[in-house]
């Protein structure tokens, strides 16, 4: 999925729950929530690729934690507790791009 196929609200909502996640005091996303929106949204749309049905919502939510580990930690083998964190805001992430589904 490329960026300009994200509408503008989808990122918007993204983008205001990472906020939510950061305000909240979730430490991993203390980054600009505009850095990280574009690559939670684009692994989450690209789950199916890695064997994840779009039904199996909490394997889903952890392949978006797996990524964000991936992408935005220095050491991703030394995470330890924060891994907590990723998990909690890729649910956030999951709960703007579909909302009301529940996990």
């Known amino acids: 999925m490329a960026d300009d196929d994200v509408s503008a609200e989808t990122l918007a909502r993204v983008v205001a729950a990472i906020a939510r996640a950061r305000d909240e005091g979730c430490p991993v996303a203390s980054r600009q929530p505009e850095e990280i929106?574009?690559?939670a949204i684009r692994r989450w749309y690209s789950s199916n690729r890695r064997g994840l049905k779009p039904s199996d919502r909490k394997g889903r939510i952890?392949?978006?934690a797996k990524g964000l580990v991936a992408h935005f930690d220095f050491e991703?083998?030394?995470?330890?507790?924060l891994r907590k964190d990723y998990e909690y805001l890729a649910g956030c992430?999951?709960?703007a791009l579909e909302p009301g589904r529940g996990g």
């Open 37 to 39: 929106a574009p690559v």
């Open 62 to 64: 952890r392949d978006l």
């Open 76 to 81: 991703p083998t030394l995470i330890g507790p």
């Open 93 to 95: 992430v999951a709960e």
